[in-house]
C-alpha cells in the first residue's frame, strides 16, 4: 500500500461518531455501517499503512497495522457499569511491535468532542514505574533534553490521575519540579488537533513529524523499562 492512498478521512466521519453517541444500538449501527467503513475505518487503515510506510523509511523503530494497532467501536461491556455497546471515537496506537501491550507509544484520538495525539509511557508496571522516575532523577537534564523536542511541537504532560502526594520512597525529593514529575501514574503528553487535520494529508505529516520528536523521549524510557522486563521475565521461568 502507497501512502498516496491515504487522502484523509471522510466527511461524515465526526457526523457519523455523533449520531453514534445518540443512537448507540446495533440496529442502527447497522443500518450506517457503510458510513463507518468508508468514512472512518477504511481511512484509519489507510493512515496506518502510510505512517508504517514512512516509519520503516526513515528507519524509525516503530510500526503499525491495521489488525493490531487500532481498537474497535464495540464495546467489551462485560465489566463496565456503562453498557452502551459502542465507542463514540476511534483510535490506533503505534508502538515498536506493532501491538497495544508493547510500552512507548504514539496514539492517536478521533472523536467529535475532541481530537488529539499523544505519546509516551501509559499504565507501566509498578517496578517499570518506579524505575522511571529513579532514572529521572538520576539523569534529570538527560530527561528534560528529551522532552524539548516534543515540547516545542505543544505536547504537554498528562495531568489526569496524577498523585496528590510524593509516591513512597521518594519523600526525601525537595526539588519542586522532580517531585511534579514523580507523582505522574502515567508518563504522557497530548496534543489537541483541530478536525480540519482530519482532511487530505495533514495527520499522517503530523503524526510523522511526532515519531521523529519523540525519538530521544522514548529511547529514554525504553532504556530504563528494558532491563526491568527482561529480569522480570526472567525471575518468572
Not at 496524577?162 to 503528553?189: I, M, N, Q, Y
Amino acid at each position: 500500500m502507497s501512502e498516496t492512498a491515504y487522502s484523509g478521512f471522510g466527511d461524515k466521519a465526526l457526523p457519523f461518531l455523533k449520531a453514534l453517541g445518540f443512537h448507540q444500538n446495533r440496529e442502527w449501527f447497522h443500518d450506517n455501517k457503510a458510513i463507518f467503513e468508508e468514512h472512518l475505518n477504511e481511512p484509519r487503515g489507510r493512515l496506518i499503512g502510510a505512517l508504517a510506510e514512512r516509519l520503516a523509511a526513515k528507519k524509525i523503530p516503530l510500526t503499525c497495522n491495521r489488525k493490531t494497532s487500532t481498537f474497535r467501536i464495540n464495546r467489551d461491556v462485560r465489566f463496565a457499569k456503562a453498557k452502551h455497546p459502542y465507542n463514540t471515537h476511534v483510535s490506533a496506537v503505534i508502538t515498536r511491535s506493532g501491538t497495544k501491550k508493547d510500552q512507548g507509544l504514539l496514539y492517536f484520538h478521533v472523536s467529535p468532542d475532541e481530537c488529539y495525539l499523544s505519546v509516551g509511557f501509559y499504565a507501566m508496571e509498578s517496578d517499570e514505574l518506579r524505575a522511571f522516575r529513579e532514572a529521572i532523577i538520576a539523569r534529570k537534564a538527560q530527561f528534560h533534553a528529551a522532552l524539548k523536542p516534543l515540547q516545542d511541537l505543544g505536547f504537554a504532560f498528562d495531568r489526569d490521575n496524577s498523585l496528590k502526594r510524593t509516591p513512597r520512597g521518594f519523600e526525601a525529593v525537595t526539588d519542586p519540579d522532580l517531585r511534579d514529575l514523580l507523582r505522574f501514574r502515567h508518563l504522557t503528553l497530548s496534543r489537541r488537533f483541530a478536525e480540519q487535520r482530519l482532511h487530505g494529508t495533514a495527520l499522517l505529516d503530523d503524526l510523522t513529524e511526532l515519531a521523529e520528536a519523540a525519538q530521544p523521549f522514548l529511547s529514554f524510557g525504553w532504556r530504563v523499562i528494558d532491563p526491568v522486563r527482561a529480569a522480570r521475565e526472567e525471575a518468572n521461568q
